[in-house]
Structure formats: C-alpha cells, structure tokens
C-alpha cells in the first residue's frame, strides 16, 4: 500500500462503525428524518461546543465535538438509504461541514488565547488553514478530473481527535492542535502530490498514443 493512501483511522475500522450505525439509521429513516435536518442539527451542536469550550468546559466541549460529528455522518448514511441524496443536500453537507469546523477552531483559539498560550492558539490557525486546504485541494482535482480521497488527516479524523482531546485532557488538545497544524497540510500537499502523479501519468500515455 502506497504511504499516501493510509489514514490515522483505518478504512476497516469506520466500515465497522457505520456497520454499527445501521439499526439506528433504519430507524431514523422509517421516522421520516431528513438528511438536512441532521445536517443543520450537527451545525447547531457545534455553535454549543464552541461556546463550551470557550466557557472552559472542555471535557463538555469534546463531547459535543463528537456528537456533532455523529450529525454528520448520520446524514451522509440516510440520505443514501433513503434514496434522497442529492446535489444540494451534498452542497449543504459540504458547506456546513467547513462552517463547523472553522467554528470548533475559532472556539478553540479563544479558549487558548485565554490562557495566554498563544503559541498553541497560533497552531490552531495552521491547522485551520490546513483543514480548509485538504477539503479545497479535494474539491478543485476533482474538478480537474483527478482524484485524490487520500491522506492521513482527513475530517472524520480530524473531528475525532479534536473531539477525544479535549475529552481526555488539555494537554492531549495541545497535542491534537499541533498534530492537525502538520498533517492536515502534510494531506494537502499529499492530495496536491497524487494530481500531479496522474497527470505525468496521463501526459506519458498521450504521447505514447500519439501516431
């Protein structure tokens, strides 16, 4: 397996929870529950992990960190089990999801900057700036044509880790900021590297094709 295709959370392991999920979506699902209104929900959860975690209720933060996470995924999961998936519902899901992360980061840096731990609330812009790059590099290659879904931290990582650090201690969201800040734009630049590798890849075969 190529480096660049491996991720902190294995493939296998988020298969498994989806797996686990299922019951819970069948039941969603024959309530009649909208993608949308899970999607607007996990936005809304996350408004109030922000505001907790600003408050210094960081344990609480990290709890609805997570939840609005769940949000998240559940959407994805009914919308394709009810058949309703479609291409607003996916605008809106991609949409929201960069307003929630930007709002878990703003909530962060403040609680940082509260500490005066100014070098932490620094890392927490490098590691927003290399959130909305991974998403962004995704979206523009495939755009181009390409495709580049690979990387080490990609959002579900990204939110657990945000989430189980600030539920495991303040040191371990330290730790988790720093983390993203590298391998968020160490991803992009990994998406950036796959682009690239299929257009040579591309550019070869034209010439070879050529009369």
Known sequence: MDYST???????????FIRMLSPLIGFLAHRGFSPN?????????????????????????GILILLG?????????????????????????????????????LGVAAYFIGL????????VFLAQCGSFMVSYTRARAESLGFKTKIGLMQRPERIVLMGLGALIHITALQFVVWAIAVLANLTALQRLRCAFKQDSIEFEEDIILEP
């Open 6 to 16: 491996r991720r902190l959370i294995p493939q296998t392991w988020q298969e498994s």
């Open 37 to 61: 209104f899970f999607t607007v929900v996990g936005l809304i959860v996350t408004f109030f992990a922000a505001a907790a975690i600003i408050s210094g209720y960081v344990r609480l933060a």
């Open 69 to 105: 996470g769940l949000c998240d995924t559940v959407d994805g999961l009914i919308a394709r089990s009810t058949g309703k998936a479609s291409r607003f519902g996916a605008l809106l899901d991609s949409s929201v999801d960069r307003y929630s992360e930007f709002i878990i980061y």
């Open 116 to 123: 005066a731990d100014y070098a932490t609330a620094t890392c």
